[in-house]
């Protein structure tokens, strides 16, 4: 089957044979290098996780247990879904 960016390879691909020069296809290259190494996605997740921890950090300061808070908002989660403490290790 086809790779996940084979679509960008061939808008890079029908650009680059169509351009005057390669400059022109820098937005379809982008594209294409993004899909292959995830580069900018990484640094986002990274920027997301240095907030999270920055925002625990000033959160322990303020009293917290910081146990506490890496509980509350997992990384993963980005903290949109907060666990609900009450229904936690019970059965209902």
Do not use: M, N
Not at 5 to 21: G, L, M, N
Not at 61 to 73: I, P
């Amino acid at each position: 089957g086809r790779s996940r960016c084979f679509v960008y390879w061939q808008e890079f691909s029908k650009c680059y044979s169509q351009a005057d020069a390669p400059s022109q296809c820098r937005v379809q290259a982008d594209d294409y290098l993004e899909c292959l190494h995830h580069t900018k996605e990484i640094e986002r997740a990274k920027a997301v996780r240095a907030e999270f921890i920055k925002q625990a950090e000033h959160q322990a300061k303020e009293g917290r247990k910081v146990a506490d808070l890496l509980a509350d908002g997992v990384i993963v989660s980005v903290g949109l879904i907060q666990r609900d403490r009450a229904s936690d290790g019970k059965e209902q």
